[in-house]
């Protein structure tokens, strides 16, 4: 296995509801805890990777804040899988020699101040689909009935996946406290009956089958190989990466998506298969989200996700199958609109011996970002994370 860089300090945002503070200001809080985390410091940065979630420019609006001038800039945004996409460049980046210390920063005010507006009349789609009112949710809605009709599937396994998540976050004091602070009653553990018993918000999904929403926010700290070998923890290595785009296509399956390119691309770079994986932090939009994508990715056959996933398999205290969104999830822990950083921050945390739902010897995880919308036009990037 190539190791282009490491990920040297992770920090996540703790708050699901914040009051008082802008988006800049999160970003800095956590780009400062995870600097701390790696024994780093601000000096120490020469790369910028961002989402744009402060601004169309916020390339130099969060140098400036930071009080940094870097030498790499990078603000690949494509949804929730944008953190994914950075760190593949991140690795690239470091690895070329055109920086040592990349910084990945996330800020979110989406549950209090509201998410930011949908795209506009430019996008391609806008004349042709706007007018007939799909929703975002009814996209993904989209995708489930046809999965369900194309191969069986059914609401009690999409059901399974909300209920492994939320038995993970009941072990996460900071999902937990986050899941009252933002006005959700049932916190505790969830069972397949509870998820189809939850109102219907599109058929098949039920209430229970769809991410919260809060605010949040994260930084993740990249590093040059020279840099990892003197951390003061474990490093946590990039093996490999991969990533890929879907549009709407006469003829598509919709149940298929970019995971099926991406992903054999970083399993491939690294090295490794799917088998191989502990723990697979998978981007959980809605349940359907993650059945599509653990099938795209090589974890199961198309078609048989649901029969994959059921029975509390993907558990962190079952063997055989890799541990499923140990930190609670989009579905129970946080969704500040674009979650593809909390996969990456859980991940390293896994692999480090860190986690509330800490899975036995864990020593390789993926971490696979969607954006957009499953179903039309969307982004996909996965990254294979490993230990020494």
């Known amino acids: ?11 996540e945002y703790p708050k699901r509801r914040v009051d008082g503070l802008s988006k800049l200001q999160i970003k800095a809080e956590s780009a400062t805890r995870a600097l701390e985390d790696a024994g780093l410091g601000w000096s120490d940065v020469d790369a910028i990777y961002d989402a744009g979630e402060v601004g169309s420019t916020s390339g130099f609006a969060v140098a400036e804040y930071f009080g940094i001038s870097p030498r790499v800039v990078d603000t690949t945004a494509v949804g929730g899988s944008s953190y994914q996409f950075h760190a593949a460049h991140a690795a690239r980046d470091l690895a070329d020699g055109r920086a040592r ?11 209090s101040a509201g998410p930011p507006p949908r795209g506009g009349a430019e996008l391609p789609s806008a004349n042709m689909e706007g007018p007939y009112g799909l929703s975002l949710i009814g996209s993904y809605a989209l995708v489930a009935q046809r999965h369900m009709h194309e191969y069986g599937t059914t609401q009690e396994q999409l059901a399974e996946i909300a209920v492994t998540t939320r038995a993970h976050a009941v072990r996460n004091p ?14 505790g553990e969830l ?10 918000i599109a058929d098949p999904l039920h209430l229970l ?4 929403v809060s605010d949040g926010g994260g930084a993740v700290v990249i590093v040059a190989p020279e840099v990892a070998a003197d951390l003061r923890k474990p490093p946590v290595w990039i093996l490999g990466t991969g990533e890929a785009l879907g549009y709407p296509q006469s003829g598509r399956d919709i149940t298929t998506t970019a995971a099926a390119i991406s992903g054999p691309e970083a399993f491939g770079r690294a090295g490794v298969r799917p088998e191989d994986v502990d723990i697979a932090m998978i981007y959980d939009s809605f349940t359907i989200t993650v059945l599509t994508l653990l099938e795209d990715l090589g974890f199961a056959k198309k078609g048989e996700g649901g029969s994959y996933v059921a029975g509390g398999r993907l558990r962190f205290d079952r063997p055989g199958a890799p541990a499923l969104n140990t930190d609670g999830g989009g579905l129970s822990s946080n969704h500040p609109g674009m979650r593809g950083i909390f996969l990456l921050i859980e991940a390293v945390r896994q692999l480090r011996g860190e986690s509330t739902a800490q899975v036995d010897g864990a020593r390789l995880a993926v971490a696979h970002g969607n954006g957009g919308q499953l179903g039309t036009r969307h982004s996909a990037a996965t990254v294979i994370l490993g230990r020494d």
């Open 1 to 11: 296995m190539t190791r282009p860089a490491a990920i040297a300090g992770v920090y």
């Open 101 to 111: 210390v990349a910084l990945l920063t996330y800020g979110s005010l989406n549950k």
């Open 174 to 187: 900071e999902a937990v406290a986050g899941l009252a602070d933002i006005g959700i009653r049932h916190t």
């Open 191 to 200: 069972t397949v009956d509870d998820v189809l018993g939850s109102r219907m």
């Open 209 to 212: 089958d769809c991410c919260i």
